[in-house]
């Protein structure tokens, strides 16, 4: 599979966003998967002036729509993010969208909003409510996980465990002390605790760190942007993943009667 990962340096400025997501996304148009990072079509300035209502569209707006056109006429899956319309009128989610070539359309929602370092995401966002899902809807089972969710290792597991062999994290990952040596180390844990290839598509810029990357199931990183605002392919050989999960079988050693990563309540803090 040929992937391609864009990292893009989104702005309040949405139409200006939009504009920069279709350039970006020409110069992707020979790869079988385009991914964009978090905050793609908007990116907050948590100053209280955010108006993510007016930002936000649902699934059948026009940005996807005409997203969705393009994924047919190159045959082309892509993955979006966007501030999806809620329906009950409250603040949008902040969310994942998978596209393929024969217009399939499937969401992830962001379980884990970032009320940290000072940010408060949940200030413009609303937290998703559901599991994470596979996406396969033609090809090799991936899943899709935004930014913060990467802190958590629970909801790569369950991806793992459900089949995906390929986990993406789209990003706005806010730059400062110590935080790429966080995102590459997170990436790379990932990977090799669950024998999966990992992608971080990242936006870049001055608030965030940038440095988009293509991580082995062995914790190898195989392609790495810097801080431009960009485009990096990389052709992933699946069969990796059997030969890392045969060496390394993290998923099949699982102690499962002492622990299970579903068994909510064994790991409650006292």
């Known amino acids: 599979m040929k992937v391609a990962v864009v990292q893009m340096e989104s702005s309040t400025d949405r139409e200006k966003n939009i504009e920069a997501s279709y350039r970006l996304l020409e110069k992707a148009k020979n790869s079988d998967l385009v991914v964009f990072p978090e905050y793609q079509i908007y990116a907050p300035a948590f100053d209280g002036k955010d108006d993510m209502k007016t930002i936000s569209e649902p699934l059948d707006g ?74 396969n809807g033609s090809g090799d089972p991936l899943g899709v996980l935004i930014c913060y969710d990467l802190r958590f290792p629970e909801p790569a597991r369950m991806l793992a465990l459900d089949g995906a062999k390929l986990i993406i ?70 069969s990796l993943v059997e030969k890392y999960r045969e060496e390394v079988p993290v998923l099949k050693h699982r102690r499962t009667d002492v622990y299970d990563v579903l068994d909510v309540d064994a790991f409650k803090l006292i």
């Open 62 to 135: 026009k940005f996807v729509k005409s997203i969705t056109e393009i994924a047919r006429s190159e045959s082309q899956k892509i993955i979006l993010n966007i501030p999806e319309r809620n329906q009950y009128n409250l603040k949008p989610f902040n969310t994942a969208i998978y596209i393929d070539e024969l217009g399939l359309i499937l969401k992830y929602r962001k379980l884990h909003l970032f009320d940290a370092f000072g940010f408060r995401e949940s200030s413009v966002f609303e937290k998703g409510d559901a599991r994470p899902a596979i996406f």
């Open 169 to 238: 994290y789209q990003a706005g990952w806010f730059a400062g002390e110590r935080k790429y040596d966080q995102w590459k180390t997170l990436l790379k844990a990932r990977a090799m605790e669950n024998g999966v290839f990992v992608i971080g598509a990242a936006q870049t810029g001055h608030r965030f760190t940038g440095h988009s990357m293509v991580i082995s199931p062995y914790g190898d990183v195989l392609a790495e942007m810097g801080t431009d605002e960009g485009v990096i392919t990389f052709d992933i050989d699946f």
